[in-house]
């Protein structure tokens, strides 16, 4: 069986090192046992948008990193190749077709009602703005109140969805970087969550893999 | 067979009516031609952060609508649910493998490559918020730049992923409202699309429902 190929950049900042998406495949495939192998595309700014070689947009459409390669079958998005792994793995995602469900519903949660905030919060963050204009302010409130609508879900439970899924390494790795600009700091059982997360050995390798990936490339 | 039930609010402001993410699952379940009933909860502002009954933050923990009650099974987030009935109709996703991967993963590309970015373009936008901040510009240019590539992709196909899909009705209703704020100037492609999706039967009568039910409690 030949093995699936996670792809990422050659190379980036040291900002973003620990925080690119290949991070989330990396830890679904260790979780689950999964064999796989990396390869690399050359690190290019994404913004301004530059014309990448045709051959790399037709695998993922808008100049970013990671895609999935399993047999002939190309998967982008971080969310769609969690979903792909979650079907080969109990360890990542329940066959039940309730539990299943739940998974997929937190899934989505993870990523559009929290990072589709905390992503753009995020690059205020990244780029130092803190001037409070008023579509700055609706944000941050936005923002404040999605976090704290997971904190009420997290203290009540250990994992999202009944066991350990992808929906977890999702949630976990959004809330991450909210943590990593101090944006939990009234959400006692969203840092406990992610503390739990990322001390599981699955992210601590992957984590590692993906720091001494990108010093390779020093 | 008992039916499923759409749950959305009573009412809301005319700014967000034609707009609010019940119309996403309207509109599938139009496409696929499958009977549903339509129940509501009252309107409260979601920000800043209002303690909702537990009965309702149990079915949606962010206090948000919709949410799409089958059986004894409750989903929420737009795009759960649309992956749930995508999961009954091959009028919204194919069965073979890899044509419904495609679709997938696609539906992940235009909530998280283009919404997680033009949603909060569209925050600022309704709040009239126009000073060019440093992370404003960023966010701006990472617009800019999602919209290009969607460009591409629909320059050179109908559909996104084949036939046309659920992956299709989130993408056109998050470059609609893009549209709304004239974001599409430069992308003759995407507004074709947009045209062609939003002129399809089920669009204009979960167009009509969603505004016929909100003028009920008017």
């Given at each position: 069986?030949p093995?699936?190929t996670?792809?990422?950049?050659?190379?980036?900042?040291?900002l973003?090192?620990?925080?690119?998406?290949?991070?989330?495949?990396?830890?679904?495939?260790?979780?689950?046992?999964?064999?796989?192998?990396?390869?690399?595309?050359?690190?290019?700014?994404?913004?301004?948008?530059?014309?990448?070689?045709?051959?790399?947009?037709?695998?993922?459409?808008?100049?970013?990193?990671?895609?999935?390669t399993?047999?002939?079958?190309?998967?982008?998005?971080?969310?769609?190749?969690?979903?792909?792994?979650?079907?080969?793995?109990t360890?990542?995602?329940?066959?039940?077709?309730?539990?299943?469900?739940?998974?997929?519903?937190?899934?989505?949660?993870?990523?559009?009602?929290?990072?589709?905030?905390?992503?753009?919060?995020?690059?205020?963050?990244?780029?130092?703005?803190?001037?409070?204009?008023?579509?700055?302010k609706?944000?941050?409130?936005?923002?404040?109140?999605?976090?704290?609508y997971?904190?009420?879900?997290?203290?009540?439970?250990e994992?999202?969805?009944?066991?350990?899924?992808?929906?977890?390494?999702?949630?976990?790795?959004?809330?991450?970087?909210?943590?990593?600009?101090?944006?939990?700091a009234?959400?006692?059982?969203?840092?406990?969550?992610?503390?739990?997360?990322?001390?599981?050995?699955?992210?601590?390798?992957?984590?590692?893999?993906?720091?001494?990936?990108?010093?390779?490339?020093?």
């Amino acid at each position: 069986m030949p093995e699936m190929t996670l792809t990422t950049l050659n190379w980036v900042p040291d900002l973003p090192r620990g925080y690119v998406r290949d991070l989330r495949v990396r830890w679904a495939l260790e979780e689950a046992g999964l064999p796989y192998r990396v390869a690399s595309v050359p690190f290019t700014p994404s913004v301004p948008s530059r014309e990448l070689d045709a051959g790399q947009l037709a695998l993922q459409p808008y100049a970013q990193v990671p895609w999935l390669t399993d047999g002939g079958q190309t998967i982008f998005e971080s969310g769609a190749i969690l979903l792909y792994l979650g079907e080969r793995s109990t360890a990542l995602m329940p066959t039940e077709r309730r539990a299943r469900q739940d998974v997929i519903t937190w899934v989505f949660a993870a990523l559009n009602s929290v990072e589709a905030i905390s992503l753009p919060w995020s690059i205020y963050q990244f780029a130092g703005d803190t001037e409070q204009t008023p579509g700055r302010k609706h944000l941050d409130a936005i923002l404040k109140a999605r976090v704290h609508y997971t904190e009420q879900v997290l203290a009540g439970r250990e994992w999202l969805a009944g066991a350990f899924s992808i929906a977890d390494i999702l949630m976990a790795d959004v809330l991450r970087l909210v943590h990593r600009f101090d944006g939990l700091a009234d959400a006692p059982a969203c840092r406990g969550y992610v503390e739990a997360a990322t001390g599981r050995p699955a992210f601590a390798q992957a984590y590692s893999d993906q720091m001494a990936h990108f010093a390779k490339a020093d």
